[in-house]
């Protein structure tokens, strides 16, 4: 299940991570792109079952996964430092305690692939920023989502605080100086929103969302990527 920004919660298409890799028979180098957002619970949910399943599947090496950006509330002021929990209750207009029920259902989904959710202490975030340090992470960029989510969903960390998120490129080993000037300039915001121009190409209504692409080109598009997905409409 997930929620989306208008309704609550809505179902998943499938929920056992597997169903992305077992639907793909691969006897040529495929690239697997990922839309996901930093701000999304089943983002992380979904990435840590899809890299589990990737993990165990037997032609991984012929696999090439790119994370794609997206915002679910791009409209979220930067810095306003609201907790989760406002800013769904004033985004859906639904009763707290409805949105701390998704939360437990959300934190026990999470539970049993391994996470640690505690949205007594997430706090609503633009997330373009992060999205344009995922850009400029190179060969840490996997890395660096994970401590993204971690940051964001289990250790009540601001990210869209900078000095925040050059804690934690400097955690993935990337240099914070230069992590400093590229979040004061304008890089990687124009792949951020090239990013965000395919998604409304794609029609991405909800996060994750796979494309997987062959030496032919697509050969597959995976709405929502069957692990709970959540929708920005």
């Known amino acids: 299940m997930a929620w989306s920004r208008d309704s609550g919660l809505i179902p998943p298409l499938f929920v056992?991570?597997?169903?992305?890799?077992?639907?793909?028979v691969i006897d040529q180098?495929?690239?697997?792109?990922?839309?996901?957002?930093?701000?999304?619970?089943w983002c992380y949910i979904g990435k840590t079952?899809?890299?589990?399943a990737l993990?165990?599947?037997?032609?991984?090496?012929?696999v090439n996964v790119i994370w794609r950006s997206y915002q679910l509330a791009p409209e979220t002021p930067v810095g306003a430092g609201r907790t989760e929990l406002d800013a769904l209750v004033e985004m859906k207009g639904m009763a707290p305690d409805q949105v701390r029920q998704m939360f437990a259902h959300v934190s026990a989904t999470a539970a049993e692939v391994g996470l640690t959710l505690d949205?007594?202490?997430?706090?609503?975030?633009n997330t373009f920023d992060a999205h344009r340090l995922l850009h400029l992470a190179g060969e840490r960029q996997n890395e660096l989502l994970e401590a993204l989510f971690k940051a964001?969903?289990?250790?009540?960390?601001?990210?869209?605080d900078?000095?925040?998120l050059v804690e934690l490129a400097v955690s993935v080993g990337l240099d914070a100086d230069v992590v400093r000037e590229q979040l004061g300039s304008d890089a990687a915001a124009e792949a951020v929103r090239e990013d965000l121009s395919m998604a409304r190409q794609?029609?991405?209504s909800g996060v994750p969302f796979f494309v997987v692409f062959a030496e032919e080109g697509a050969v597959r598009r995976l709405d929502h990527a069957g692990h709970g997905a959540q929708s920005s409409a």
């Open 152 to 160: 964001h969903f289990s250790d009540g960390k601001v990210i869209d």
């Open 29 to 41: 180098d495929v690239t697997i792109e990922v839309w996901s957002d930093v701000a999304c619970p």
């Open 55 to 62: 993990d165990r599947f037997e032609n991984k090496d012929r």
């Open 162 to 164: 900078r000095e925040v």
């Open 119 to 125: 949205f007594d202490t997430v706090i609503a975030a």
């Open 202 to 204: 794609l029609q991405v």
């Open 49 to 52: 079952r899809f890299l589990s």
């Open 16 to 24: 056992v991570a597997p169903s992305v890799t077992d639907q793909i």
